[in-house]
């Protein structure tokens, strides 16, 4: 079955600094792969999404990139800042609207001033 | 801005007891789903509802858990009896069949606590 696989965490960096968080994943057919922001006390926020191979997710200055040759989407973003402290989940869902989301594991990064 | 509903936001049962969480979707948002998010792992699937019609619940404990959307509109998702191994987040979540943009809105969730 589809299964995503997120790198292990947690992930401490200082404010500015690059962050990079790995996503691979295992499906069949064409998923859709997203982002997931989870806020400490607050449900789960899209955060970016793509649809197809080659698309890049964008938004808060965070990008991923749909690799389908890597089965890959990490996560970048080349400043953090505190307020980006978080949970963030990798997540893919069959092709069509209205599938079901599988989730990796989710990873919990802290940004230190 | 349209949001997920959901309640109670915490619950604290005794095992055996029974609980009940409640979701109202965003409004016109005709596919309804239940996940259950471990504590340090992802949110799972448990019910996936079209209108009021169960599209997936092949995840649902159907021993203990039930689930139902009698309109079509909000749900009602619930555990009898309650065992420790509950103890989760309940987060629903819905989405619309005429985007294009296969985006699912998540509620804030209901965090059980079985003692």
């Known amino acids: 079955g589809d299964s995503v696989t997120q790198m292990e965490g947690p992930v401490t960096l200082s404010e500015e600094a690059f962050l990079t968080i790995n996503c691979t994943y295992t499906?069949?057919?064409?998923?859709?792969l997203f982002w997931y922001v989870q806020y400490p006390g607050e449900g789960l926020q899209l955060l970016l999404k793509?649809?197809?191979?080659?698309d890049k997710g964008s938004n808060k200055g965070f990008e991923a990139t749909y690799r389908k040759e890597t089965t890959s989407f990490h996560l970048e973003k080349g400043s953090v800042q505190v307020s980006d402290s978080a949970v963030y989940f990798c997540?893919?869902?069959?092709?069509?609207?209205?599938?079901?989301?599988?989730f990796g594991k989710g990873i919990t990064l802290s940004v230190r001033p | 801005e349209a949001e997920v509903a959901q309640s109670p936001r915490y619950k604290i049962t005794e095992k055996s007891q029974a609980v009940a969480f409640w979701c109202d979707p965003i409004?016109?948002?005709?596919?309804l789903y239940w996940y259950r998010q471990i504590l340090g792992q992802g949110p799972e699937l448990l019910v996936q509802?079209?209108?009021?019609?169960?599209?997936?619940d092949s995840q649902l404990p159907k021993d203990r858990f039930s689930a139902e959307r009698l309109k079509g509109v909000d749900s009602t998702l619930k555990i009898q009896p309650a065992e420790l191994g509950d103890s989760a987040m309940y987060l629903c979540?819905?989405?619309?069949?005429?985007?294009?943009?296969?985006?699912?809105?998540f509620g804030p969730g209901t965090r059980l606590t079985v003692t």
């Open positions: 997540a893919l869902s069959g092709p069509g609207a209205n599938s079901k989301l599988t």
């Open positions: 793509a649809t197809k191979a080659d």
């Open positions: 979540a819905s989405s619309s069949t005429r985007q294009l943009t296969y985006e699912q809105y």
């Open positions: 509802f079209q209108d009021e019609s169960v599209v997936d």
């Open positions: 409004s016109g948002h005709a596919t």
């Open positions: 499906a069949t057919g064409y998923p859709s």
